[in-house]
């Protein structure tokens, strides 16, 4: 049942993770032309504030919900999971209304001292309302995540994604063309999108807490204070993770305003709006398996079922290995042609060109974020990201000044393969997995790069156009590269039946069901 369950959330996640990207993919090249890259760059550092603002106002809360509804599900209370909800919506409803107020207070400071662009103002007045909406989603989220109910928050995010691209098409539409209101219009499709979510989630909190059959007992006591005593804690630490975060964002275009004042903005949001969500979409599948992972993972740990966690953690690693080196492969070969023919940028393409080594890295440090949480490595987590937090803006501080654009790539490569080799060496130390370097990075590494460069020379020969071209490049090369593991040993489809021998992970392993 459990397993089957895990299955089908795993598909709910892993399909609207790809709609979702796919469509934001869309918009962010749609948004780029209408507002350019000094407004994406001046979007990312509202939304850097905003995440901060998140923060502080969700702060644990959907984690301490998470754990509180599945106690009282498991004690069999009805009445204690809608006592968990309401506090849980109390306790934010005062947070977000301090903290919107706040923003919209201080917006100009905010502006002026923070972000350091007037033409910010107007936005951060609307965070306060999107702060609201989205610390109750992140409440009712938390509730569905104890009854592993993927679908209420998968639909959510999709009804939120298209109302989002809707209402920010419109007001752009009717907006006046300064880059104050244009990317105000964003946010207000952001906030709109939010309310919507939340109304959608409510309708599916009430519709499914009606089916619970439990009894009426309340096993939480004081539930206000019992959430507070959870969420106070671990909020802590997330506070001074997001604020180091958003000053490293506020940070680099101020630096890089040394090395081309008139670009910096651009600069940043070409970066962070335009190439890295490029460099992460094919990683969908992934993000959606580690989503699941941390339920699953803490209790196969809890339960100390060591072979399940070491045969479970070996083949994630080795599938998120596999798929990143592909990509980095592709995107280092043709993402001069990626960048020009999804937003007419060689600036873009020069990015995701240049930072196509780091793919792979990126893609097992996120997964490796999700299993070690799941293995109640969250404090270890926690130090790291702080001291990678840290770190980064020391040497932005010290390197992009001088060098620019060159010196953050340089931190971004430093700052992934600490990261990733720090969580790896953990990962590996607590659950006893092995990985064979020679077929699970050696192989994988030499295979992709001889294929993307090989059809590289060949299809230059030919006169195709960059869609084609890229088409082409990135279907033959996957069937080549994944014909030559198998062939060297690399991945085994054997593997499927051993896969299916654990039982909580045959769902998790559905996408990586190759790997050896």
Not at 186 to 214: C, N, P, Q, T
């Amino acid at each position: 049942m459990k397993k089957t369950l895990f299955i089908k959330n795993a598909a709910y996640l892993t399909a609207s993770s790809l709609i979702l990207r796919f469509a934001g993919i869309i918009f962010k090249i749609w948004l780029a032309a209408k507002i350019g890259a000094e407004g994406m760059g001046l979007y990312q550092l509202v939304f850097s504030l905003f995440l901060l603002a998140s923060c502080f106002s969700q702060g644990a809360l959907p984690t301490a919900i998470t754990r509180l509804t599945a106690e009282e599900e498991a004690l069999g209370s009805k009445s204690g999971i809608k006592k968990i909800i309401k506090s849980g919506l109390k306790i934010n409803l005062v947070i977000s209304l301090v903290t919107g107020a706040f923003l919209f207070a201080f917006s100009a400071p905010l502006s002026r001292l923070i972000i350091t662009d007037y033409r910010a103002a107007l936005s951060v007045k609307i965070l306060g309302v999107i702060v609201l909406f989205s610390g109750a989603c992140s409440v009712i989220k938390g509730y569905f995540i104890a009854r592993r109910k993927a679908s209420p928050t998968a639909f959510s995010l999709i009804i939120e994604q298209f109302i989002r691209i809707a209402a920010v098409v419109l007001a752009i539409k009717f907006s006046p063309g300064s880059l104050t209101y244009l990317v105000a219009a964003v946010f207000f499709g952001d906030a709109l999108a939010e309310i919507f979510s939340f109304l959608y989630l409510v309708l599916r909190y009430r519709a499914d807490v009606k089916r619970i059959s439990f009894g009426d007992k309340v096993h939480t006591t004081a539930p206000v204070m019992s959430t507070l005593k959870i969420s106070a804690p671990l909020a802590a630490g997330k506070y001074i993770s997001q604020l180091l975060r958003t000053g490293e964002n506020m940070l680099v275009p101020k630096a890089l305003s040394f090395y081309s004042k008139s670009g910096a903005l651009s600069l940043f949001g070409m970066i962070k709006g335009m190439a890295l969500p490029v460099l992460f979409f094919p990683s969908a599948i992934l993000s959606a398996v580690s989503t699941l992972l941390v339920p699953e993972m803490s209790e196969a740990n809890v339960k100390r079922q060591r072979a399940v966690v070491r045969s479970a953690v070996e083949r994630i690693l080795s599938a998120a290995t596999l798929v990143g080196v592909l990509f980095s492969a592709i995107f280092a070969v043709c993402g001069a042609k990626i960048g020009w023919l999804i937003y007419k940028s060689a600036d873009v393409g020069f990015l995701i060109t240049a930072l196509s080594p780091i793919v792979p890295l990126m893609y097992i440090d996120s997964l490796c974020d999700g299993l070690l949480r799941g293995l109640d490595q969250q404090n270890f987590c926690f130090r790291v990201a702080v001291s990678d937090s840290a770190i980064r803006i020391i040497l932005i501080l010290i390197f992009v000044k001088p060098v620019g654009i060159r010196g953050f790539i340089g931190i971004m490569y430093f700052s992934n393969l600490l990261t990733c080799l720090l969580n790896v060496k953990r990962l590996i130390k607590i659950s006893g997995a092995g990985i064979d370097a020679q077929k699970t990075v050696l192989i994988p590494v030499l295979s992709a790069f001889f294929v993307t460069l090989l059809l590289k020379l060949v299809l230059n020969f030919l006169s195709l156009s960059d869609l084609v071209y890229i088409i082409l490049l990135c279907s033959i090369a996957t069937a080549v590269y994944f014909f030559l593991l198998y062939y060297f040993d690399c991945i085994n489809l054997d593997s499927v039946g051993r896969i299916r021998t654990h039982k909580k992970y045959a769902a998790k392993t559905t996408m990586t069901s190759l790997t050896k």
